[in-house]
């Protein structure tokens, strides 16, 4: 067997998932994002770093601009594996992943590039298994976002999307996530909350779009909003569901941790050049 470290991609998601599944499956909820990505076909550079056929890193672009990446088994994969990536996505400019491999990975591009790697979000990935319902639920109800919804969801979609610093177009975000039954609301005689699902790996799900605007913040909608969404999701026969914070945020931290999400590890999204 040839153990000489080297690059391998994948021209499909499936391909990649069948290559590089038991290494991303080791961590599962951590790669969540990833196997989730994959697993909805979703087309872009996907490959991985390997030695003697052992899987020692993976990485993965399907948004302009951002890639992410794994954590890695040894520290000359990164280094490996960012030097194919520039070559194939050369507009590369942000980077995604657990820490620390996120900072080196950012690092290493930063210094391929000739420029700087700055730390724009510092996250924290969290899972539940089991809802804590939380005490003095907001009044209101979870509901599946609809058509008649779709305005004032593309509003917060893109309000969504710029509070996280990712590119896109909220109208077709929320379209398509509403043809696909992936977007929710909380409902308090109007919308006041949304919330949202997209990733499903093999035992999981991973929630994300949660938004409540400005003036209806502070009122509960978002706690009531996730907890009722969770516990949908488990009750559709997934073992776990998990999702991203941002550690400067100690109000949504706070939120996930009242109705049962725990830490499973910190990730960091980087700018690079």
């Not at 951590?30 to 030695?51: D, F, I, P, S, T």
């Not at 093999?202 to 929630?207: A, D, H, K, L, W």
Request: proline content about 6%.
């Amino acid at each position: 067997m040839n153990d000489t470290l080297r690059v391998k991609r994948f021209a499909a998601p499936q391909a990649f998932l069948s290559h590089a599944g038991p290494f991303l499956l080791q961590f599962e909820t951590e790669n969540a994002l990833l196997l989730g990505v994959a697993g909805e076909g979703a087309e872009g550079y996907y490959a991985v770093a390997e030695r003697g056929g052992r899987v020692a890193v993976a990485a993965f672009r399907t948004w302009p601009g951002r890639a992410a990446i794994t954590r890695c088994a040894e520290p000359a994969a990164i280094r490996m594996l960012c030097a194919d990536l520039l070559a194939v996505c050369p507009d590369l400019n942000s980077v995604l992943g657990p820490e620390p491999w996120a900072r080196e990975c950012a690092e290493v591009l930063a210094e391929a590039c000739g420029g700087d790697a700055k730390l724009i979000m510092a996250q924290r990935i969290h899972a539940l298994e089991r809802v804590q319902p939380p005490a003095g639920l907001p009044a209101g109800r979870l509901r599946m976002g609809t058509g008649a919804d779709l305005a004032l969801l593309s509003a917060w979609s893109g309000a969504f999307l710029e509070a996280v610093g990712m590119e896109g177009d909220g109208r077709t975000l929320a379209e398509s996530k509403v043809e696909a039954g992936q977007l929710f609301v909380w409902e308090d005689e109007q919308p006041v909350a949304m919330a949202g699902w997209s990733g499903k790996t093999p035992t999981g799900v991973r929630v994300n779009f949660v938004y409540t605007p400005p003036a209806a913040r502070g009122r509960g909608y978002a706690t009531a909003c996730v907890a009722a969404l969770s516990q949908l999701l488990l009750d559709r026969g997934n073992r776990f569901c998990c999702l991203y914070t941002d550690l400067a945020n100690p109000t949504s931290n706070a939120i996930y941790r009242r109705i049962g999400y725990e830490p499973v590890s910190d990730a960091g999204l980087y700018a690079i050049r």
